[in-house]
């Protein structure tokens, strides 16, 4: 079956994953992610735009930007260069990553901002709650301004590093609303990323093996973060009636939802703002 093409983002920004073949370990220690990291400079000094990173024990992500030129080259160069490191050094047999890279088009600033958030708050998931705490991601070069990242962007965006830190310090459920407080549509890309963040890796079978009542209390989680029935009906098979059933329980919830306000509004001159 032939590869389904990678939708093209209108402003070159891309989230970009690596995942380890079956979720196996691709750092075994830090030697591992500092080869890595040499890596993913070569690729930067070859010409694609880096602004953040996390390498966790069995998957990385990354924000990039290209003008104009394909981001699957370099990317490709960068797998396959650290697979035959992986390889040589540990005596592994067969692929180290799962498939080619996932890349989701980024194409407004609020986005863009929520993208950088997400990939240094993915430690939270090892009970890391202080991103400063975590050593292997880009966190702390937009503290110093210094490292492999082009920092200038968001930290123009956010003004300055105390409004940076508040920016990242999230408490319980992350909304997924526009920053500047308007509610915005999630295009399918970023509907299943937000999907695969809020309820695993193993959506949408994970869902579909629930209990009736667990299932709709996660399809309902998923609408109040912004995802429309038609994208839960594409993604999960699951029937339009049936869906719009699971969320109807949360209706009530509907006009504090849209009058929601993040404690922290970023002026990004509104929701459709294209990153620059």
């Known amino acids: 079956m032939p590869r389904a093409k990678r939708t093209v983002s209108e402003s070159g920004y891309y989230h970009v994953t690596m995942r380890g073949a079956g979720r196996r370990i691709i750092f075994e220690d830090d030697t591992d992610r500092r080869e890595f990291l040499k890596r993913l400079r070569e690729m930067r000094d070859g010409g694609l735009g880096l602004h953040a990173w996390c390498l966790m024990d069995n998957h990385v992500h990354l924000l990039v930007h290209s003008s104009g030129r394909p981001i699957s080259k370099p990317l490709h160069r960068l797998c396959t260069s650290y697979a035959l490191y992986f390889n040589g050094r540990h005596a592994h047999v067969g692929p180290v990553f799962q498939g080619r890279f996932a890349s989701f088009p980024v194409e407004t600033d609020s986005h863009l901002l929520e993208t950088v958030r997400y990939i240094h708050l993915n430690p939270k998931s090892m009970g890391l709650d202080d991103p400063r705490g975590y050593e292997w991601s880009s966190y702390a070069e937009y503290l110093s301004g210094i ?18 830190v ?28 937000v999907a695969r963040r809020v309820l695993g890796e193993g959506f949408p079978d994970s869902l579909l093996l629930c209990e009736r009542s667990e299932r709709d209390k996660r ?58």
């Open 219 to 276: 399809l309902g989680k998923l609408n109040r973060m912004g995802l429309s029935t038609r994208q839960l009906e594409r993604m999960t098979g699951i029937g339009r009636s049936a869906i719009r059933r699971a969320c109807a329980g949360g209706c009530a919830d509907r006009a504090s939802r849209m009058a929601f306000r993040p404690e922290y509004p970023v002026p990004l001159g509104g929701p459709e703002a294209k990153a620059p």
């Open 166 to 193: 508040r920016f990242h310090d999230v408490k319980g459920e992350v909304s997924l609303v526009d920053l500047t407080g308007c509610r915005r549509r999630l295009s399918d890309a970023e509907a299943y990323e």
């Open 147 to 164: 490292g492999l990242c082009d920092t200038s962007l968001v930290r123009e965006m956010l003004d300055d590093v105390d409004s940076f």
